[in-house]
């Protein structure tokens, strides 16, 4: 398959959102290791309000799916990761209109335009331990396989994604609540780059089916 | 931890349902659009919007009421609201002479209030943003993440005054940012608070040890140090809070010492004895002082001290009418 449909970009949302109810404990044990312990928590109403936007069916076009499940998030979550998955799904809806699919390159153009965005809203970069740490590589693996097949692009950056959420447990938090202790912080993924790991292995399920 | 709720889901809008109920002469709830404004608008003025994450009351929502803020946005718990409630508030509450946004510097808080910003200003409301970042636990390459604490109520409440007095939206703000400037805050926790919806300590603390440098929510501090007596407590706080501040003889502070919410008045208030002592020493002249729960993090022993090199102006906003859950003084109007 070179192009990622929009009943496959459903079947990622409605995956995504099911991983997060599912694992929202541990992405709670995962923040409360430098944060609140809120982030699951937090999620999980994203993905509630996701499973919503997905029940209405009412999407012409790639734009119209995204962009309401940004707006679903942006007005549910709250916080930091509200403010900045709902960034990243509106960013994403730019490139979706009148479109009911995408090729590997729209994809990688897409989420390099959230990329930045979303860096640009939390005056965040790679590095500083926060969900930009497993985002960025994914992105990266994107634009390195843009020509490949979707399948195997998307598999590349879960990869990536998971890679870089690993590496946070190394990092010093520069941004967010994590940075308030981060003399003593360390040995932990950072939550929001865990559950940005969980979006990619989505993708990547939703690409391979 | 026990806590007297239905579902961790439901804490916050059964607390704002019981405040409204509480409060019907100074507040009304609006659940479908998640805020809380005044029950009364009063003559037209600039309007003073806040909100945050819930757990930390009376902040916010405790302070909508008359020569404070005209409307709150309460997020879930510990969790900065969202925009859609940001822009429901503004909408409800701008009488035509301006908005003025008090946003605690948390990532959540700037991103959402400026996200509603963004939505607000093409819609033509005229909107000024002054953000609170007192606490002096974070310094160095971390002092852009200084949170914003106890110096919020004095914001709200000098702002407030401003905005009854019938000043523009430009003196509002500057009052707010001089307000900001001149004030700082350093707090100590005695052990966690339990977020409702995880149920566990939100971090360990062993007994004799206190936690140096919190923050709300639930953040941990800077470093962990034994607990001494509370004359010395009350010596870091106030060393700490007044370093960046021109303390010199005669300088005229207003003190807030805000319980974490899970201090005693006992202690609470001793401590506040011993702060007065050490601000004295230092040669501030202690002109108002506010002791007791007023920015909090859910059942966290702890105090936080937050010290305002105050002036004329600032101290007669102080002096002014207010009238809200958790400040009430002067005239009523």
Redesign the interface.
């Known amino acids: 398959m070179m192009t990622l449909t929009l009943p496959q970009l459903r079947a990622w949302l409605s995956a995504f959102a099911r991983d997060v109810l599912d694992d929202h404990d541990r992405l ?1 044990a995962l923040d ?1 290791a ?5 982030h699951g ?2 999620l999980a ?1 994203g993905a509630a309000a996701i499973q919503d936007a997905l029940a209405e069916d009412r999407d012409e076009d790639i734009a119209t799916l995204l962009r309401s499940v940004g707006m679903a998030i ?11 998955y709902g960034t990243l799904f509106l960013r994403l809806s730019d490139h979706g209109s009148g479109r009911d699919a995408w090729s590997t390159n729209d994809l990688h153009a897409a989420f390099g335009d959230a990329l930045r965005a979303m860096c640009e ?2 005056r965040v970069r790679e590095g500083d331990r926060t969900l930009i740490d497993a985002l960025a590589p994914a992105v990266a693996q994107l634009s390195t396989h843009r020509d490949a097949p979707v399948a195997e692009s998307c598999e590349a950056a879960a990869l990536a994604a998971a890679a870089g959420a690993q590496r946070t447990a190394q990092l010093k938090p ?4 994590g ?6 912080a360390g040995g932990h993924v950072d939550a929001g780059a865990a559950s940005m790991s969980l979006l990619f292995a989505a993708l990547s399920r939703a690409t391979c089916a | 931890m026990q806590k007297f709720m239905r579902t961790a889901d439901t804490a916050v809008s059964d607390y704002l349902h019981g405040l409204a109920r509480a409060h019907p002469d100074l507040i009304r709830y609006d659940p479908e659009r998640g805020i809380v404004v005044r029950a009364e608008a009063g003559a037209p003025k600039v309007a003073i919007v806040s909100g945050g994450g819930s757990g930390c009351e009376p902040l916010h929502t405790g302070f909508v009421g008359q020569g404070m803020l005209d409307a709150a946005c309460p997020g879930s718990v510990f969790s900065s609201p969202v925009p859609r409630q940001i822009v429901a508030a503004t909408q409800t509450v701008d009488q035509g002479h301006g908005v003025l946004y008090v946003v605690t510097n948390y990532g959540g808080e700037i991103m959402n209030f400026g996200l509603a910003g963004e939505i607000l200003g093409r819609e033509g409301h005229e909107i000024e943003k002054v953000v609170v970042d007192d606490d002096v636990a974070l310094d160095g390459d971390l002092r852009h993440l200084r949170r914003g604490m106890g110096a919020t109520v004095l914001v709200e409440k000098l702002a407030g005054a401003a905005a009854e007095s019938g000043a523009p939206l430009d003196e509002v703000a500057a009052v707010a940012r001089r307000t900001v400037q001149r004030s700082r805050t350093f707090a100590v926790a005695l052990g966690p608070c339990v977020h409702p919806s995880t149920g566990s300590p939100a971090f360990e603390l062993p007994a004799g040890q206190m936690e140096v440098g919190v923050g709300l929510g639930g953040d941990r501090g800077l470093s962990r140090e034994p607990l001494p007596p509370a004359d010395a407590v009350a010596e870091a706080l106030v060393e700490r809070a007044v370093a960046e501040l021109s303390i010199s003889d005669g300088a005229r502070v207003i003190v807030l010492l805000s319980g974490l919410g899970g201090t005693p008045e006992l202690e609470l208030v001793g401590l506040f004895g011993h702060v007065h002592t050490a601000l004295e020493r230092r040669g501030a002249a202690v002109e108002r002082s506010l002791v007791g729960n007023y920015v909090t993090s859910l059942e966290s022993p702890g105090a936080q001290l937050t010290v305002l090199h105050t002036d004329d102006e600032l101290t007669r906003y102080w002096d002014a009418p207010v009238r809200t859950r958790a400040l009430r003084w002067g005239a009523p109007a």
């Open positions: 709670n409360a430098t944060g609140d312990g809120e928590s937090n109403r942006v007005n549910s979550v709250g916080g930091a990761s509200g403010a900045l809203l939390g520069r941004a967010g609540r940075a308030y202790a981060s003399g003593r």
